[in-house]
C-alpha cells in the first residue's frame, strides 16, 4: 500500500507507520482518506480504530471537515463492527490527549453485548454539588463557547 503523494505522514508515529505500510496491521478498511484496522490491545474482539491517513495530533486539532469525515467513516466501521461480530450496539469514542496512547486522531469502535462486563468504560462520577454549581460550570462553558465563535 503506497501512501498518496498528498497525505502528510509524522515520522515515529506508530499510526502514519501503519499507514505508510511500514509497520503491520489487520486492515479492515483501506481507502484513498481514510484507515482502519485491529486494536492491538482490543476491550473486545472486533475493536477497529479508525485513522485519517494524514497525520492530525487530536480531534480538537482536526479541521472541522475531517472531523465530519471521522463520523461518517465511523458509522460505516460501526455497522459492519456490529454485524461482523454479531454485536447487539457499539462504544464509540475518541481521546484528546488524555488516554490518547498514540497522537494520531483515531476513533474507536468497540462492540458491545448485554452483559458483556464493560461499565461505562469505567467513568467514575462526579456530581455537581447542587444546581448553582451546575449553573456556573453551564456559564462557564457557554462563555467559552462565545469566546471561539
Excluded: K
Excluded at 63 to 81: C, I, K, T
Excluded at 122 to 127: I, L, M, V
Aim: with cysteine.
Amino acid at each position: 500500500m503506497a501512501t498518496p503523494p498528498e497525505v502528510v505522514a509524522q515520522p515515529g508515529c506508530l499510526f502514519c507507520d501503519i499507514i505508510t505500510g511500514t509497520r503491520p496491521a489487520h486492515l479492515v478498511l483501506d481507502e484513498a482518506d481514510w484507515v482502519a484496522f485491529l486494536d492491538i490491545r482490543p476491550v473486545f474482539p472486533g475493536h477497529v480504530l479508525v485513522v485519517p491517513r494524514t497525520h492530525v495530533d487530536d480531534f480538537d486539532a482536526a479541521d472541522p471537515e475531517v472531523v465530519a469525515g471521522l463520523a461518517r467513516v465511523g458509522q460505516r466501521v460501526s455497522r459492519a463492527v456490529q454485524q461482523a461480530m454479531g454485536a447487539a450496539g457499539a462504544f464509540i469514542a475518541t481521546n484528546v490527549r488524555v488516554s490518547q496512547s498514540v497522537p494520531h486522531l483515531h476513533l474507536h469502535v468497540v462492540p458491545r453485548s448485554r452483559g458483556d462486563g464493560l461499565r461505562g468504560f469505567f467513568w467514575p462520577r462526579s456530581p455537581y454539588a447542587d444546581d448553582d454549581e451546575a449553573s456556573r460550570v453551564a456559564a462557564g462553558i457557554r462563555d467559552a463557547l462565545t469566546a471561539r465563535a
